[in-house]
Structure formats: C-alpha cells, structure tokens
Nanobody
Framework: QVQLVESGGGLVQAGGSLRLSCAAS????????MGWIRQAPRKESEIVAA????????NYADSVKGRFTISRDNATNTVSLQMNSLKAEDTAAYYC?????????????????WGQGTQVTVSS
C-alpha cells in the first residue's frame, strides 16, 4: 500500500505557473506508475498526465500538452507536475494517484491509491 500527499496548489493568474508535488510513503514507490488527475465542478475527471514506473514514458491530455510536465524521482519518492501558461479552464482539484501497473495508466479506474487533492485556481 502507498500513501500520497499533494502540495503546491493555490491561486495564480492566467499565464502563470505552479508546481504540484506528491510525496509517497509506504511500499516501494518505484513499483507504481503515477498520474495526476483533476476534477472540476460539473465536469468529468481528467487524467492530465501519467508517468510509468521508471519515468521514461509519459502521457498527457491534449488539453495540457506543451504546458504541463510530469516527472518523478524514485530516490525521494516524489512525483511532480509543472504547470505553465495556466488558463482559467485549468481550475480544478488536482489529485495524485498511484497504480499497481508499471506501465503508463490512462484510465482513472485503474488507479487504486489517491491523495487528498490540492486546489488550483487560475484567475482570468
């Protein structure tokens, strides 16, 4: 089992940047693939970025390609999401999630472990 704690959310103006971090504890972090999933009011959840166990393979939602970057450090048990050129439509609660799969996971239901979430609000 793995426990996840997100940090780094907040209020930012459109065009600005934020960096989200997720600290993992518990079973070997490198045995999990990781993802960042966001949930906005009245919208379906969206996997914005995912990364495989080694960090060599990533996947991004079309809505964030070229603006967001996911990375992980297996030595420090952390996964990060660098968000640049933020837009009002990026406003959402962002969740860090872990999957027992070692490959990139692009389906929310395949993530078995979730953090408590961190709010990102982008003002226009």
């Amino acid at each position: 089992q793995v426990q996840l704690v997100e940090s780094g959310g907040g209020l930012v103006q459109a065009g600005g940047s934020l960096r989200l971090s997720c600290a993992a504890s518990g079973r070997a972090f490198s045995s999990y693939s990781m993802g960042w999933i966001r949930q906005a009011p009245r919208k379906e959840s969206e996997i914005v970025a995912a990364i495989n166990w080694s960090g060599r393979v990533t996947n991004y939602a079309d809505s964030v390609k070229g603006r967001f970057t996911i990375s992980r450090d297996n030595a420090t048990n952390t996964v990060s999401l660098q968000m640049n050129s933020l837009k009002a439509e990026d406003t959402a609660a962002y969740y860090c999630a872990a999957s027992d799969s070692i490959g990139v996971v692009t389906t929310a239901n395949d993530y078995g472990y979730w953090g408590q979430g961190t709010q990102v609000t982008v003002s226009s």
